[in-house]
């Protein structure tokens, strides 16, 4: 056990909490201060459940090693949050793959939240390239995204880059995308002010890159965890040093992707036994299936628990998802399943109607049972249908599955 005392930070709302969390990060990493653990102010009871899960401060809980810098809390948007041991080394070892990959260091827009690994990595950039972010106000608990504000940061932020050469760059997670996309051109055109845009955290619908893509976004899309210290493989491609294979791929060559390289963390804060079955050999055994396609290029075809039996039949639920929200009428759709006593399980899918769609309701319903049904079978198709204006989400700006799947309990089944 390590003597390096853990230590929690509380990440203020708005620019001054991300600056105080800046100011801990060099002896961090550098191991001449404690260990820290970034935590949200709230809201209370997701911050309870970090607290639980990480234990910082006490001292009834010594930290697993003296090479951990930070431990920073996976998003929790699918279940229980758990704590990763990241070392300095995998912190820094991931910001040089990046800008080995991008061309260099650059300027970074913080728009997600620092106490998660994706904004934490933006600061760690920061501090080695010593190019001060731009964050915004609503970061934390100072309020919901908002893609006004975000195109007021991304203006101010591109003048600086204009003034003094630096690349601009920003990290979004597909929700923040599509809301900057369907609020109005004027958000929308700032994310042509950019040179790279990474879009990670969750699955990409392939229909959100498009129209990014369409109106000027450089997109590259990410896959990672906390686990590997945020994306390690852009568009497909692993960045320098990590490895993936595909374990016990099946005639198809679909299996569970397995990650090692510089960036893979220690494991789980006072999880031996979990740590012990996900980490083998140095190497990530993820919960993700994929596979390796012949020009190289690693494809992500869902969880290893994504898959339900509906009557007896095998439904994968991130393509359903994906069918849905490639629907011209729909901007958003997350999906979800929940035990049934009749067919085993039902899925139930939440959407955000498309601003220019004329459908009604009920024939937007009926165009998406439709759809799914033709492509993947009458077991897939959706039996409860909620159009939202807005999905709930996690500080993280993940959307939580978690209450959707709650929601969806309470509703009839369609």
Same mark, same amino acid.
């Given at each position: 056990?390590?003597?390096?005392?853990?230590?929690?930070?509380?990440?203020?709302?708005?620019?001054?909490?991300?600056?105080?969390?800046?100011?801990?990060?060099?002896?961090?990493?550098?191991?001449?201060?404690?260990?820290?653990? #970034?935590?949200?102010?709230?809201?209370?009871?997701?911050?309870?459940?970090?607290?639980?899960?990480?234990?910082?401060?006490?001292?009834?809980? +010594?930290?697993?090693?003296?090479?951990?810098?930070?431990?920073?809390?996976?998003? @929790?948007?699918?279940?229980?949050?758990? @704590?990763?041991?990241?070392?300095?080394?995998?912190?820094?070892?991931?910001?040089?793959?990046?800008?080995?990959?991008?061309?260099?260091?650059?300027?970074?827009?913080?728009?997600? *939240?620092?106490?998660?690994? @994706?904004?934490?990595?933006?600061?760690?950039?920061?501090?080695?390239?010593?190019? #001060?972010?731009?964050?915004?106000?609503?970061?934390?608990?100072?309020?919901?995204?908002?893609?006004?504000?975000?195109?007021?940061?991304?203006?101010?932020?591109?003048?600086?880059?204009?003034?003094?050469?630096? +690349?601009?760059?920003?990290?979004?997670? #597909?929700?923040?995308?599509?809301?900057?996309?369907?609020?109005?051109? @004027?958000?929308?055109?700032?994310?042509?002010?950019?040179?790279?845009?990474?879009?990670?955290?969750?699955?990409?619908?392939?229909?959100?890159?498009?129209?990014?893509?369409?109106?000027?976004?450089?997109?590259?899309?990410?896959?990672?965890?906390?686990?590997?210290?945020?994306?390690?493989?852009?568009?497909?491609? *692993?960045?320098?040093?990590?490895?993936?294979?595909?374990?016990?791929?099946?005639?198809?060559?679909?299996?569970?992707?397995?990650?090692?390289? *510089?960036?893979?963390?220690?494991?789980?804060?006072?999880?031996?036994?979990?740590?012990?079955?996900?980490?083998?050999?140095?190497?990530?055994?993820?919960?993700?299936?994929?596979?390796?396609?012949?020009?190289?290029?690693?494809?992500?075809?869902?969880?290893?628990?994504?898959?339900?039996?509906?009557?007896?039949?095998?439904?994968?639920?991130?393509?359903?998802?994906?069918?849905?929200?490639?629907? #011209?009428?729909?901007?958003?759709?997350?999906?979800?399943?929940?035990?049934? +006593?009749?067919?085993?399980?039902?899925?139930?899918?939440?959407?955000?109607?498309?601003?220019?769609?004329?459908?009604?309701?009920?024939?937007?319903?009926?165009?998406?049972?439709?759809?799914?049904?033709?492509?993947?079978?009458?077991?897939?198709?959706?039996?409860?249908?909620?159009?939202?204006?807005?999905? *709930?989400?996690?500080?993280?700006?993940?959307?939580?599955?978690?209450?959707?799947?709650?929601?969806?309990?309470?509703?009839?089944?369609?």
């Amino acid at each position: 056990m390590s003597q390096r005392k853990l230590t929690r930070i509380t990440v203020d709302a708005g620019p001054d909490g991300v600056q105080a969390l800046a100011a801990q990060i060099p002896d961090a990493i550098n191991g001449a201060g404690p260990a820290i653990t #970034p935590m949200p102010s709230g809201p209370r009871g997701y911050v309870d459940s970090l607290v639980h899960a990480i234990r910082p401060d006490d001292d009834s809980a +010594p930290l697993e090693s003296d090479d951990v810098a930070v431990v920073l809390a996976s998003s @929790g948007s699918t279940g229980t949050p758990r @704590g990763i041991l990241l070392t300095g080394a995998n912190l820094i070892q991931a910001c040089h793959a990046t800008d080995e990959r991008l061309g260099g260091p650059a300027r970074w827009v913080l728009a997600i *939240p620092t106490y998660h690994v @994706g904004g934490f990595q933006v600061l760690v950039r920061a501090h080695l390239s010593g190019i #001060p972010v731009i964050p915004l106000e609503s970061l934390g608990s100072g309020g919901r995204f908002s893609p006004t504000e975000f195109a007021e940061a991304t203006a101010m932020a591109r003048s600086v880059s204009d003034a003094d050469g630096a +690349p601009l760059r920003v990290s979004l997670v #597909p929700t923040q995308l599509a809301r900057i996309i369907d609020s109005g051109p @004027g958000a929308a055109a700032s994310l042509a002010e950019y040179d790279t845009i990474l879009l990670g955290g969750a699955a990409a619908p392939p229909g959100l890159v498009t129209r990014a893509k369409a109106i000027g976004a450089k997109v590259v899309t990410t896959y990672g965890m906390t686990e590997t210290t945020g994306g390690c493989v852009y568009d497909g491609r *692993p960045l320098k040093g990590t490895r993936v294979r595909i374990l016990k791929p099946d005639a198809q060559g679909v299996g569970q992707i397995a990650i090692s390289g *510089p960036t893979i963390a220690q494991g789980y804060r006072l999880l031996p036994d979990v740590t012990e079955n996900v980490f083998v050999d140095g190497e990530l055994r993820t919960s993700d299936n994929g596979y390796v396609h012949e020009d190289g290029r690693l494809v992500v075809t869902g969880r290893n628990d994504d898959v339900v039996q509906v009557g007896g039949i095998s439904v994968p639920i991130s393509q359903v998802e994906a069918l849905i929200s490639s629907h #011209p009428d729909v901007s958003e759709a997350v999906v979800v399943a929940t035990p049934d +006593p009749e067919w085993g399980a039902k899925v139930a899918a939440f959407v955000i109607p498309h601003p220019e769609s004329s459908l009604t309701t009920a024939a937007r319903r009926e165009a998406i049972v439709e759809s799914v049904t033709e492509m993947m079978g009458n077991e897939a198709r959706p039996r409860v249908i909620v159009e939202l204006d807005h999905l *709930p989400s996690l500080p993280s700006n993940k959307v939580d599955r978690v209450q959707l799947r709650k929601l969806a309990e309470r509703h009839s089944v369609t």
